[in-house]
């Protein structure tokens, strides 16, 4: 079947380091890969998108790649804030006939001061 | 620019009573996508619609659940009779396309005691 798998245990880290998230998928072969954010209580919001032809991109302090062959990408924010602490989402469009965004259930990334 | 404006923000109800939860989505945008999110399954996409019309409603749980979008600002969720096993957050979404990043609203808790 298939999956989208993320860190379900939260991420601690101290300001100013990098933080690296992880999303792994299994039996999918995604078009597009798509990163939100969700602070408690809101909706998610749209960080960045990388198509399945791009190993990288950025955006400010943060950075995705993308590799088809692991079927990993990996999610950066470089010289992390407190404010960055939130639950992070991986997203994949998979183009076959329809176009639905199928979402991993997220990874809570902690930076204290 | 609003946002996607979703209605109300909170809902405790009884069980078998019925629901309805509103969404009007940002002025523009062809997509809207209704989600539901829970601790044990995440963000799952329910239905969505491409101008009005609904495309894909595989992920609509039984018929106690049905959506609506009479125009293009305005969509509605629909549970009846609700469940305690509904009881969840509600997210309405929009996008300019089918594969554009998506815009979410800050979702309706749905409460079924």
């Known amino acids: 079947s298939q999956k989208i798998e993320q860190n379900s245990e939260a991420l601690n880290i101290q300001e100013g380091k990098t933080a690296t998230l992880t999303c792994n998928y299994t039996?999918?072969?995604?078009?597009?890969l798509q990163w939100y954010r969700q602070d408690p209580g809101r909706g998610p919001v749209f960080l960045l998108l990388?198509?399945?032809?791009?190993k990288e991109k950025r955006k400010e302090r943060l950075k995705v790649t993308f590799d088809t062959t692991l079927k990993q990408s990996l999610f950066h924010i470089t010289a992390s804030q407190p404010a960055d602490s939130a639950t992070y989402l991986c997203?994949?469009?998979?183009?076959?006939?329809?176009?639905?965004?199928?979402f991993g259930k997220g990874t809570m990334l902690l930076v204290s001061p | 620019d609003a946002g996607v404006i979703q209605s109300p923000r909170h809902e405790v109800t009884e069980m078998g009573q019925e629901v309805t939860l509103r969404c009007k989505p940002i002025s523009g945008h062809d997509y809207l996508f209704w989600y539901r999110q829970t601790m044990m399954r995440g963000l799952e996409l329910l239905i969505y619609?491409?101008?009005?019309?609904?495309?894909?409603d595989s992920g609509m749980p039984e018929d106690r659940f049905s959506a609506k979008m009479p125009n293009a600002s305005f969509s509605t969720l629909k549970i009846q009779p609700s469940e305690p096993r509904d009881s969840a957050v509600y997210f309405c979404?929009?996008?300019?396309?089918?594969?554009?990043?998506?815009?979410f609203g800050d979702g309706t808790r749905l409460s079924i005691l």
């Open positions: 619609f491409n101008n009005n019309v609904p495309i894909d």
């Open positions: 997203a994949l469009i998979r183009v076959s006939g329809y176009s639905t965004l199928t």
């Open positions: 990388i198509r399945e032809n791009e």
């Open positions: 039996n999918y072969s995604p078009a597009y």
């Open positions: 979404a929009s996008s300019p396309g089918g594969n554009q990043p998506q815009h």
